[in-house]
């Protein structure tokens, strides 16, 4: 089977790259830096396309504005189903944000518009919404300069971005499914509790600064909001502490790839 990974270099689009080749499928990096461009009227996806089976859009956007977000989602979601139309690409997989629904952040409306993109599409497809990776606590950690740290209050099950991506992988090897089990990790964290935990592990000191988010999002956010709403969908098996404890080096640095 060959499969286009669109976001192919990112964090789960590289795991997306490594488990098709372990499973034996061929993939197709869709990315800039191998000139596809899924925003600028879908550059190169025509020829990236030709003979695949199955695409995985796993893309991203990095923002908190739900203008740029939806931009990007959509124009992104459009051009690459349009483009898998054409190719006669069989099955259209996205990953998606477990309570994307339910909480009204500004990022979280593009990637509801890209859902919903997907469902108006002709291309048969799947959508696997998971919980946040582990290494979202990093990410929170890059968006405030050192030496504060600023957390949202939030409570999250934080999972693997391998085994995010071995799901993904099994999906697009199957029928199409539609609106996929959701994917959460092994257990119910603090956000706040393992951003602390792996500023431990660093050795580093910053002083945290935990924020409630006001209004129905910070309730949202603080209860269970992001959660999956009952625990019939998979789960991942390795905790935060054994990913920070396999990836995580003290005194600073941590492996880019940990998930």
């Known amino acids: 089977m060959k499969v286009a990974v669109a976001g192919g270099t990112g964090l789960v689009g590289r795991y997306v790259v490594e488990e098709l080749g372990a499973a034996g499928h061929e993939s197709v990096v869709l990315s800039r830096s191998r000139g596809v461009d899924l925003i600028a009227g879908g550059a190169g996806l025509d020829a990236a396309l030709d003979g695949v089976d199955a695409v995985v859009d796993v ?103 391998r085994e995010v991506a071995q799901h993904l992988v099994k999906l ?38 935990p924020v409630r988010m006001p209004g129905t999002v910070g309730a949202a956010m603080t209860g269970d909001g992001l959660l999956p709403v009952d625990d019939s969908g998979p789960r991942g098996v390795e905790t935060f502490d054994a990913w920070l404890a396999r990836c995580v080096v003290r005194g600073g640095s941590s492996s880019l790839r940990g998930g």
């Open 59 to 161: 893309s991203n956007v990095t923002t908190t504005s739900a203008r740029k977000s939806v931009a990007f989602f959509d124009a992104a979601g459009r051009n690459l189903l349009d483009a898998g139309e054409r190719a006669g690409v069989r099955h259209h997989v996205v990953l998606s944000i477990v309570g994307i629904d339910r909480v009204g952040l500004g990022y979280y409306r593009g990637k509801l518009r890209q859902e919903d993109v997907v469902r108006g599409g002709s291309v048969p497809w799947s959508v696997l919404r998971a919980t946040q990776f582990h290494e979202f606590a990093g990410q929170t950690l890059e968006r405030v300069p050192k030496p504060f740290a600023v957390v949202p209050r939030m409570r999250t099950r934080p999972v693997a971005a």
């Open 172 to 209: 697009a090897s199957g029928p199409a499914q539609g609106m996929a089990p959701d994917l959460a990790g092994p257990r119910v964290e603090q956000l706040v509790h393992i951003v602390r935990q792996l500023l431990r592990a660093r050795g580093e000191r910053r002083v945290v600064l």
